[in-house]
């Protein structure tokens, strides 16, 4: 696969909703995915033999597009929205509530907190991301435990 190929390929991402993208040709593979910034990270290596092999031009046409959901029911009774805001990760990796196994976590539930506070650590890649809250409050809810992988927007702290 030749560089301006590559290039085409970080073009549409950045053009789309895209997160990730996996494309194999004969003796290479490349895995474009999209960090937290937008920006696009290309990984090359060689290719495991695969049952098929998507061309690059036919990548973007055979992109499904998407299908509305229909709009649940109403229920009787909705159950009330937890209150204060939500944390939520801002990368996919491995969350840490310390610094080390032994050291005592970050915060707890009733913690007070100031922006820009370390909450907890995300590993991504092999590096250890100090996450900072975005506001002040008080701790409510820590959504995930220690060690639990933890995807891009989901919960990570309740605060209010």
């Known amino acids: 696969m030749n560089t301006k190929n590559i290039r085409f390929l970080v073009e549409m991402m950045e053009k789309s909703s895209l997160t990730a993208m996996e494309i194999e ?47 649940p029911a109403q229920t009787e009774a909705a159950p009330a929205a937890p209150e204060g805001q939500e944390q939520k990760s801002p990368m996919v990796g491995v969350f840490y509530a310390s610094s080390s196994p032994e050291a005592e976590p970050y915060v707890k539930v009733g913690s007070q907190v100031k922006k820009g506070d370390t909450l907890c650590i995300i590993e991504a890649m092999k590096l250890m991301n100090e996450i900072a809250a975005e506001f002040d409050g008080e701790i409510t809810e820590i959504c995930v435990q220690n060690g639990q992988i933890v995807e891009y927007g989901q919960p990570l702290f309740r605060i209010k």
Do not use: G, H, S, Y
Request: aromatic share 0%; hydrophobic share 55%; glycine share 0%.
């Open 25 to 71: 040709e004969e003796d290479c593979k490349i895995r474009l995915e999209r960090n937290v910034q937008n920006q696009v990270a290309a990984v090359a290596a060689p290719a495991v033999p695969a049952a098929t092999v998507v061309p690059v031009q036919a990548a973007a046409a055979e992109v499904p597009a998407a299908v509305p959901a229909a709009a």
